[in-house]
């Protein structure tokens, strides 16, 4: 357990950053804002001031920059206005009907001028030069006057005006529950920059990509307002809320100071109302752990309550099982319109009943893993970040909140129904698409939510169960703060088990085929099992004789290239395991002999198997 307080040491910027990822060849880029924001809170606009240090690790000369500026989407005629307009299944927190017509239509589309998003830059400098830009739609392209050489540090400054939009999605004024700002997206944001080249994805929908870097944000807001945010409060005692002693510092404007700072995440996130009450509890590990929010009533505030000291369980929890959670706080501020990870905090609707707060915590605090902790590539792996982010809820909420205990069959057989249904409505696409292009928002929530946990746990399945939580644990060793891919996911999982999965990564990602096994024959002799499906995959087989003993049967799949261990379910105590010769996947049937009668013979007994016909895997005589 001494790897769950190891975060205490905050000399986390450098340690991380020279830390050596396996990977022959690997660099990121690396950012450093300092940012002040003057907010007119009645005009729902403010003004913004940069100083942001860019290093350049890529290895090439860079004579270009990119930025995006996520609020101009939020204008009629942008690229997400009319994504809203004509996908098949459009998010309806996104549309309303207008005075003239009884359909629905996209909320952006209707937008009049004071309530649009935009943030329109007043200057903009490298290294003190004057530089030239252009923007186009939410993406702010930036000739440098001179090329920032590899392993050079750059120096920008730019000052821009900004104005909120109203709350539409995640980031906006005047939510629906009654937060006056929730502030995310809301800053110039510099793409990220890797391997693959710039990272440009207009904002029409889904989420984000961007280099790790430390954070000193300041924000001048009117004194009756009350802010959560990523980071730690630097000035508790001059703002309302955080202190009970507190005297807030007061300016000739009637604003107080909010100075929060953060180091080694890639985003940041706040929000702001005059009515939030502000809530802390510390877990074992030392994390300080807010809940700011809107106090409605006593059931809201209670709810708010139990649901903080189960979030501090959560991260003990989710250090043990997927490494130590490296920053001194995280912050769980009431805003937007659902629930939105960011860096150290997440902004969440909070009139909910308990088990769906508590829920919408767990997902978006796992999310401090699996995106943030590691930064993975929401635009292109989103199955890699959505799916196990699920992963890890479900196992943390059974066991914290449903008090169930650690599963013994398959803790995500709800999102393995919800992929099956998937796969019957025909509305399924490849994991591996990019986020903005599905055709259905149905068909990305459920490939990349649902599908996306199936893979991990069916992953258990064939490593074993013991070797996936050691893999979690060894991944967060080699990966954390390295934007890693899911080849570097499976390899470390290869790694740990010794069995080769590119088969299974490629197929269950890249394509969606489905697995389907069947027992075709039971004789006192022996088994028939028959390969349906166009994935192949390894088995276990158990089977009761007519004596009443048991013996499970394991036969790995020949691409494996190896075989997992014993696993140890309650169900498989005292029962015989006998590894079969691999069965190949160009084979479609394979034959079991047996030595006694048998009298019932099932086809993986823990469900973990993804097999979308599974009415023939029990077969009794």
Known sequence: MKRLYTFLSLGLSLLMLNAQAQRKGYWQQKVDYTMHIDVDEKAYQYAGDMKLQYTNNSGKALHKVYFHLYFNAFQPGSMMDYRLQNIADPDKRMMAKSANSAALQSRISLLQPDQVGYQKIKSLTFNGVPANYAVSGTILTVELPAALEDGAVGEFKMTWDAQVPEQIRRGGRNSKEGVALSMTQWYPKMAHFDDYGWHLDEYVAREFIAPFGNFDVTIHLNKDYVVGGSGKLQNPTQVKGYDRTAKPKVDKNNKVAWHFKANQIHDFAWAADPKMMVDSAKTKGGVTVYTV???????????????????????????????????????????????????????????????????????????????????????????????????????????????????????????????????????????????????????????????????????????????????????????????????????????????????????????????????????????????????????????????????????????????????????????????????????????????????????????RLADVESSDNMLKR
């Open 293 to 607: 929010f809107l106090p409605t009533d006593k059931e809201v505030i209670q709810n708010w309550k139990t649901a903080l000291g189960l979030a501090t369980e959560f991260f003990d929890f989710a250090s043990a099982k997927f490494g130590a959670y490296p920053w001194p706080t995280y912050s769980i501020v009431q805003g937007g319109d659902g629930g939105m990870e960011y860096g150290t905090a997440t902004l969440i609707t909070g009139g909910r009943k308990l088990d769906g707060l508590v829920g919408v915590i767990f997902h978006e605090a796992a999310h401090s893993w699996y995106q943030h902790l590691f930064g993975i590539n929401e635009t292109v792996d989103e199955w890699f970040d959505e799916g196990f982010t699920s992963y890890v809820q479900d196992i943390a909420f059974q066991q914290l909140f449903a008090k169930k205990g650690a599963v013994e069959t398959n803790p995500m057989i709800d999102s393995y129904r919800a992929y099956y249904k998937l796969v019957l409505s025909g509305k399924e696409e490849p994991m591996s698409l990019l986020a903005d292009y599905y055709k259905t928002n149905y068909g990305y929530t459920q490939s990349s939510y649902t599908k996306g946990a199936v893979l991990a746990e069916q992953l258990g399945y064939i490593i074993g169960k013991e070797n996936l939580e050691k893999t979690f644990l060894a991944f967060y060793d080699q990966w954390k703060f390295k934007h890693p891919t899911p080849n570097d996911f499976k390899r470390v999982a290869e790694e740990v088990s010794g069995i080769n999965l590119k088969w299974y990564f490629n197929l269950f990602i890249n394509t969606t085929r489905t697995i389907d096994y069947g027992i075709q024959e039971v004789t006192d002799e022996q088994i028939v099992l028959l390969n349906k499906s166009d994935i192949a995959m390894p088995l276990d087989v158990l089977v009761e004789y007519q004596d009443g003993t048991q013996e499970l049967f394991y036969i790995p799949l020949r691409e494996m290239r190896g075989q997992k261990p014993a696993e140890g379910y309650s169900m498989y105590n005292g029962v015989k395991r006998t590894v079969l010769e691999d069965w190949f996947w160009t084979k479609p049937t394979y034959h079991i002999s047996l030595s006694k009668k048998p009298k019932q013979v099932i086809i993986d007994p823990t469900q």
